[in-house]
């Protein structure tokens, strides 16, 4: 597992210069992301340039495929809400089976347990860690987290990502270590997210992210315990309280709706090949 323009604005392409935002760069397996906060508003900025925002006026949007995907929040959520059956349904049964196993893949036994791994300073601010089943650890920062509600505004902060998440669930399916991590974020701004993946090569971590912990850890001893892990993730690297947001010219970009985004890029994985 990521909002901001004025609307007036966003006709013309543009982000306005805004002044006293606070400014999160954090890292994540070496590159640098920025998410500025301001005055209700958020933009995440990658590699320099806008890739994901909430504008003032409620809209969400993102940048995908040289295109400006904008649509209110609302209607986005609604949106990604019936994504998963919409998607389930324009596949063949053999392509169908594949994606309900994939499914079934990530669903634990049990939810995973969450555990206090103390607190420690991260980017001058106190964060209070916890483990999440064996194999990650996420760090939230109160303080911080009242830095940003006080920009973004407390309860459409809090409701927006709550939204989202829930939208999230319903569209790939339930996932009891989100919602552990979701609880924690309610709680504090989150400051580190690291997790233990495979660093054996031939083996996607990501796919070996998807294994139930207890044949995960069996898999990992098979290969020689430690050896073949790794831990990766995202880590806040600092914050500023003052900073201005960047002026980005998004007029360049051709604007589609969420609905209509989703639907092409479906309609291209249906023409993929198809294994036999």
């Known amino acids: ?12 392409g543009m982000f306005s210069v ?14 640098a992301s920025e998410q500025y906060f301001d005055r209700g ?40 809400s019936g994504m998963r059956d919409q998607a389930m349904a324009g596949l063949d049964p053999q392509q169908r089976a594949m994606m309900e196993q994939m499914m079934a893949m990530r669903q634990p ?39 940003v509600k006080a920009e973004m505004g407390d309860g459409r902060f809090i409701e927006m990502f709550k939204r989202f998440g829930e939208s999230m669930e319903k569209m790939a399916g339930e996932d009891p270590e989100a919602k552990a991590v979701a609880a924690l974020l309610e709680r ?6 690291m997790q233990k993946v495979s660093a054996i090569p031939g083996i996607d971590p990501a796919m070996l992210q998807f294994v139930p912990e207890a044949q995960r850890a069996q898999i990992m001893q098979q290969l020689g315990g430690t050896s073949g892990q790794q831990t990766q993730g995202t880590v806040v690297t600092r914050v500023e309280r003052n900073a201005t ?20 890029s479906m309609a291209q994985m249906g023409q993929m090949p198809r294994t036999r």
């Open 1 to 12: 597992m990521i909002r901001t323009m004025l609307i007036s604005l966003l006709a013309a």
């Open 18 to 31: 805004a002044q006293a935002a606070v400014l999160v760069t954090a890292d994540n397996a070496g590159e």
């Open 41 to 80: 508003a958020f933009v995440l900025v990658q590699g320099g340039q806008p890739a994901f925002g909430v504008d003032r006026a409620g809209n969400c949007w993102f940048v995908a495929d040289g295109r400006l995907v904008i649509d209110p929040c609302e209607q986005m959520f609604a949106a990604m």
């Open 109 to 147: 036994a049990q939810p995973p347990a969450v555990t206090s791994s103390g607190s420690r300073t991260i980017a001058g601010y106190s964060a209070q860690c916890s483990a999440i089943g064996g194999s990650r650890e996420v760090c939230v920062s109160e303080k911080l987290l009242q830095e």
């Open 188 to 193: 504090g701004y989150p400051m580190l997210d």
């Open 245 to 264: 947001m960047p002026d980005f010219d998004l007029s360049r970009l051709p604007r589609v709706g969420f609905t209509e985004f989703m639907q092409q």
